[in-house]
Structure formats: C-alpha cells, structure tokens
C-alpha cells in the first residue's frame, strides 16, 4: 500500500512502453484524522497465484488529487 504524495512525484521518460492485461479494480473514500482518502485497489488477474488477491493499493489525498486531476487533463487533453 502506498500513499502518494506530491513532493515525491515526478515524471520519468521510459524507451519501453506497454499496455498491461486489464484486472478487476475498486476504490472506497475515508476520512481518517479529518483527511479525506480516496483508496484504489486492484486485484491479482487469474495468471496470479492468488486470483483476485488485492495485489496494489494507492492512496491519494486532497492535494495529490488536485496534482493528479491537472496532469490527467493534461494528458488527455480534457478542459
């Protein structure tokens, strides 16, 4: 599990790129000390030894939201 954060957050340019398998996902929100969290959780595809295992989680909250938010619409070319 990791929580992100902004200061350590940064752009890398990669020579090998690929698209991976797509697996199943889900995400919750909790509020823990008075901060908001939005959670992302993905599961092992069934190729893993334990199908459907969470296999990474990542935490955001408000301001590596408002970091990820601005690079997305970036990326995609979203107004």
Request: glycine share 4%; no cysteine.
């Amino acid at each position: 599990m990791a929580l992100l954060q902004k200061k350590l957050f940064s752009e890398i340019a990669k020579e090998r790129n690929q698209i991976h398998e797509y697996t199943e996902a889900s995400y919750t929100v909790f509020s823990k000390d008075g901060q908001t969290i939005f959670q992302l959780d993905t599961f092992g595809t069934s190729h893993r030894k334990v199908p459907g295992k969470i296999s990474q989680s990542l935490q955001i909250d408000k301001e590596m939201a408002e970091v990820l938010v601005q690079k997305l619409r970036f990326a995609f070319n979203i107004d």
